[in-house]
């Protein structure tokens, strides 16, 4: 076990590399599932959602080597079985998409009830719907659906919530049905635009993708591809947040400006400086004070529920008063709660945080509550007076591989050490 220890007060400057998305890299890999033969993916990020998928498709055949440290080389010819392994699915909530490839694939499948951050409901009802749609029968036995189809068959569907997994799901599943597929209300996500122009890479017919509706014409069989993962926006958003609470100048490389606008627009609403630059966006704070904001979290291309977190750390030190209003997962606010530890006035009403700058933060032990609340107490850090320490790094590690070396090379201090034995939990 470890923890994380900032000590803030340093101005953050140099230039950070963008990685792969993870949301992007894990839809993909389960496209590339129903693909025989070797596909090259570039850009896969290591955080522990990846791994943890990889090492599912490894037990149950599938062979999977790093060429390079973000190359990977999947080869799904010997995929063996519909049954996946249980308590590994359960760590994370993308694995759950396994269900309608293995499906499209074998005819049947085993996939456990998913995992993934306590942020609030996240039913699987929509991706079981829409599999029913498309011809699927299940049963839900000990926490573990049980699908089977002769072979998925082309409908016509409407998503009562424009869900971006539900959407990657459909689409995958829909690439081998029998017939034309459209899906209606879908999410318009970068990474569900990626997914169908891989899958169409490798032989799928989709059309519509970053629009309201998808149509998908069923083939036969998919070839193998060479592909590249988009840059994590949720990464770039997280090191321009870090820019700008720290009053620094850091050049986010490889950043796609557009694909992180609703988060930016807002930044540039609170006085922050941002460029878009023919490699990246450049991120800096020259003025004393952050202003105020309000803003509303909705599906892309509102604002997206996953910044919400750490724009809210950002505006704990504004000049004013911010209303913050989540709509997506009810249960988003829980890291305010340990930001209230370190000083910040936080006020819940319901789906609003209500948010009064303070002059200053305080050094205190947290706890990571989730994967972006987790990423927010860090970057609180980095400005609070003192050392914060914070504890169960494994939400962080969901998201973030290398996310205490960036900052440390953008001049922070911060590091990662191993819990003493004995010592008493930081919650405490």
Known sequence: MENILVRGGKALSGVVEIGGSKNDALAILVGAILVPGV????????????????????????RAHFATPTTLELDASALSTSETPH??????????????ALMARFGHAEVAMPGGCNIGARP????????????????????????????????????????????QHLMIAATLAMGTTTIENCAAEPEVINLAEFLNACGAKIRGAGTPIIEIEGVKTLRPTEFAILPDRMQAGTYAIASAISGGD???????????????????????????????????????????????????????????????????IGDGTSVITETIYENRFRYTMELAKMGADIRISGRNAIITGVKRLSGAPVVSPDLRGGAALVIAGLIAEGVTEVSDLRHIDRGYENLVLNLQNLGADIKRLPVKEGSKPCSV
């Open 87 to 100: 308590d590994l699915v359960r760590q994370m909530r993308a694995s759950f998409n396994l269900l309608g």
């Open 39 to 62: 596909s090259v993916l570039h850009n896969i990020p290591a955080n522990t959602d990846i791994l943890n998928l990889l090492n599912i498709f490894r037990q149950m055949g599938v």
């Open 124 to 167: 699987v009802n929509f991706h079981i719907e829409g599999l029913r749609q498309l011809g699927g029968e299940f049963t839900l036995e000990h926490g573990v659906y049980y699908g089977r189809v002769d072979r998925f068959l082309g409908a016509n569907i409407n998503l009562e919530f424009p869900s971006a997994g539900t959407t």
């Open 250 to 316: 850091v050049f986010l490389k490889r950043a796609v400006y557009e694909h992180c606008r609703p988060l930016f627009s807002k930044m540039l609403d609170a006085g922050i400086q941002i460029d878009a630059e023919t490699e990246g966006v450049r991120v800096r704070r020259s003025a004393n004070t952050i202003q105020p904001i309000d803003f509303k979290t909705m599906p892309h291309p509102g604002f997206p529920t996953d910044m919400q977190p750490i724009l809210a750390t950002m505006l704990t």
